[in-house]
């Protein structure tokens, strides 16, 4: 009679799943819940809302140019209080209205807040700021960051 005896060469006869079953659980958990944190935004966004396609979202523009008056909606405001008040009526006719200023490169920034102001004390909390899509890269454009000349 033969007996069964050990196989000497260590081959591995049966495989235990479970604790492989145990590790994918718990990577899919993993990928549940980080899947989750991805999906909430990690900053707040107003974004506007549009229950048709047709609705056209209005924006009040104010121009402020380096030398003459703000304009606002190319009407002249020649003082912040005139900017104020223009800005009210244009928020009056639409509460959800939003304002963009475009201001020049070289308007000063104290005038620029003060346009600022001027929109908040109208109530307008929705402002931003206009800009251009910068053109072909020109030689000498890194002295513009460091204040130097273009």
């Known amino acids: 009679m ?18 492989m079953v145990d590790i994918m659980l718990v990577l899919l958990i993993i990928f549940i819940v980080t899947a989750k944190i991805i999906v909430t935004p990690a900053v707040p966004m107003d974004l506007p809302e549009a229950s048709q396609v047709e ?25 912040p209080a005139e900017l104020t008040r223009l800005a009210a009526e244009a928020r ?6 939003r304002a963009v200023i ?12 003060a346009t600022l102001d001027a929109l908040k ?5 929705r402002v931003a700021f206009g800009a251009e ?3 072909a890269p020109r ?10 000349p273009p």
């Open 139 to 148: 030689l000498g454009a890194a002295s513009e960051w460091a204040g130097g």
């Open 121 to 125: 004390q109208a109530g307008l909390t």
């Open 92 to 97: 009056s006719r639409d509460p959800e209205l």
């Open 2 to 19: 033969a007996s069964q005896q050990p196989q000497g060469d260590g081959l591995i006869v049966g495989i235990n799943v479970t604790p």
């Open 102 to 113: 475009h201001a020049d490169g070289n308007v000063p920034h104290r005038r620029v807040l």
């Open 55 to 79: 609705q056209v979202q209005v924006v009040l523009s104010v121009l402020v140019p380096e030398r003459g008056v703000t304009l606002v909606n190319g009407e002249p405001a020649a003082s």
């Open 133 to 135: 899509e910068p053109q």
